[in-house]
């Protein structure tokens, strides 16, 4: 769904990161199956 994205995006002086993939995060605290894709939550 996502991996397509751009690492980044800059909107004005705002800087936007893509959310990662499990694969992407070290640690992650939980994952999440979406559209073939596993998801990393790396906080709360």
Known sequence: M???MAD???V???T???PKL???VSNPLRTQDESNETWGACGP
Request: aromatic fraction near 20%.
């Open 16 to 18: 936007f990161e893509r």
């Open 22 to 24: 499990a694969g992407e």
């Open 8 to 10: 980044t995006i800059t």
């Open 2 to 4: 996502w991996g397509h």
């Open 12 to 14: 004005g002086d705002w």
